[in-house]
T-cell receptor
Framework: KAGVTQTPRYLIKTRGQQVTLSCSPISGHRSVSWYQQTPGQGLQFLFE???????NKGNFPGRFSGRQFSNSRSEMNVSTLELGDSALYLCASSLGTSGRRTYNEQFFGPGTRLTVL | GDSVTQMEGPVTLSEEAFLTINCTYTATGYPSLFWYVQYPGEGLQLLLK?????DKGSNKGFEATYRKETTSFHLEKGSVQVSDSAVYFCALPLGSSASKIIFGSGTRLSIRP
């Protein structure tokens, strides 16, 4: 079974631009979560999408947005880039079933390394 | 609020040494607890998990016991190898589907041959 894939793997942008990152989950997974990893702040949760709806959200400004398509693929968009947005962006997929609380293991992709100049 | 506090790194050990990485948590209810590992240039992999108090998670020679009385989930390995060099994250899943994960700050482990 193919793992979580993220494209592109590396990206260089300048301040003020916008960027779109893509994540393809494992086949059959309906939940996609996004995380930002920086040396200073560590790993921080951005948001989670399940069945094309945002189900959970972290504490990031509105410049960070996402969406999920009917095939569960997800995109993350960052508008008006700032130097501090330079980070490794990780996406994770899981079955994400709702109802009685069970743990659904999240499988992480290799990440997209974004550099803002 | 919910949080995870993890031992600061980096940690450097010789091969076959004993490893402990401390982790404590603050959370309401009785969450599951995880350890993730990130090898150089890769994403995160789930190393082990425990879903209730007194559970012991284990994998690849690593172990961690969920201690509710001390709110801890320390990672241990009896004899580390060079291939264990990586960054280790203690983690707390939240939300009704446990899909929002709070991570500790990470501990970078380097093993000398």
């Amino acid at each position: 079974k193919a793992g979580v894939t993220q494209t592109p793997r590396y990206l260089i942008k300048t301040r003020g631009q916008q960027v779109t990152l893509s994540c393809s989950p494992i086949s059959g997974h309906r939940s996609v979560s996004w995380y930002q990893q920086t040396p200073g702040q560590g790993l921080q949760f951005l948001f989670e999408y399940f069945s094309e709806t945002q189900r959970n959200k972290g504490n990031f400004p509105g410049r960070f947005s996402g969406r999920q398509f009917s095939n569960s693929r997800s995109e993350m968009n960052v508008s008006t880039l700032e130097l501090g947005d330079s980070a490794l962006y990780l996406c994770a997929s899981s079955l994400g079933t709702s109802g009685r609380r069970t743990y659904n293991e999240q499988f992480f992709g290799p990440g997209t390394r974004l550099t803002v100049l | 609020g919910d949080s995870v506090t993890q031992m600061e790194g980096p940690v450097t050990l010789s091969e076959e040494a004993f490893l402990t990485i401390n982790c404590t948590y603050t959370a309401t209810g009785y969450p599951s607890l995880f350890w993730y590992v990130q090898y150089p240039g890769e994403g995160l992999q789930l190393l082990l998990k425990a879903t209730k108090a007194d559970d012991k998670g284990s994998n690849k020679g690593f172990e961690a016991t969920y201690r509710k009385e001390t709110t801890s989930f320390h990672l241990e390995k009896g004899s580390v190898q060079v291939s264990d060099s990586a960054v280790y994250f203690c983690a707390l899943p939240l939300g009704s589907s446990a899909s929002k994960i709070i991570f500790g700050s990470g501990t970078r482990l380097s093993i000398r041959p």
